[in-house]
């Protein structure tokens, strides 16, 4: 029998080399957990991320680091060990939720962010800078970095989660209003200047030819295996989405080539995830414990999730 689209997309991500274990626990908690009041036995976590491939000792040392980083904290019962969100935690899967499960891009507001760099840096931190604020949307210029909706608290914020603390002090946070001194022109100079927009294309393609055959074998009636493969390729769908959109800067239309494929992408993933989500919330009902063995609270704010999204079509 031939392989699905379903089939295939959970297989070719159990055979990757590597796999990231504290992304795909943090896509976890943010899509599945916090609904469920944000807290977790470790045992249900491990039997939840086991058919993707992550073994326990990933998510010891998963939980553990994110526990360093002020993600997660223990919350221990007898002998067992429930992960819960931290305040921060919380703060930071909300500000991401937003952008996730949103049912369009933000409308701009015609100003933009910048972090202007005020202090010498050495060629090796400001790469780290650069990378580290390339993952929120940021765009690099000679001296600083932009953005057109970010909030900058957060992003100053999540360079000290990675470790970027001692950088941050160099970085000078401005919001720049339009005066009307310049034009459409002057915004689309600075959007070529500031960003590489075709690798970025690039990586939509990617998404859409991923995940578009999926839905169209659920389109087509065929549903998943089972409850349990519904929820890995729920969580499979929303890491892919987060992590893209970490990297697009959530540009203005206007601002965009006519044929973008964001929308299009954006629009993919909120018929997948709705499709997916009655099965995959049978599963997690079935396996999610915390560790005085009680199940969790039924999950809140799921019909908030891409409200604002078309009804479903065959």
Known sequence: MPTTPIQQRLLDFRAQDRVHAGSLITTLFGDAVMPRGGRIWLGSLIRLLAPLGVNERLVRTAVYRLVKADWLATQACGRRTDYRLTDAGRRRFEDAARHIYASEAPRWDRRWRLLLCLGELAPKQRELLRRALYWQGFGALTDGFVHPSAELGAALDALVAEGLGELVGTLKPLLAADAGLGGTADDAALVQRAWQLG??????????????????????????????????????????????????????????????????????????????LAASERHLERQFQLADGSAAPPPAGLAERFRDADPLTP
């Not at 690798?199 to 089972?226: K, M, N, S, T």
């Not at 206007?254 to 992408?265: F, I, K, R, S, Y």
């Open 199 to 276: 690798e970025l294309a690039a990586v939509y393609a990617r998404f859409i030819a991923r995940y578009a055959p999926v839905l169209a074998q659920l389109r087509a009636g065929d549903a998943p295996p089972d409850d349990a493969a519904a929820l890995q390729l729920r969580v499979l769908l929303i890491h892919d989405w987060r992590r893209l959109l970490l990297r697009d800067p959530e540009l203005p239309a206007e601002l965009l080539p006519a044929d973008w494929l964001g929308q299009q992408a954006r629009m993919l993933c909120k018929d997948l995830y709705r499709r997916l």
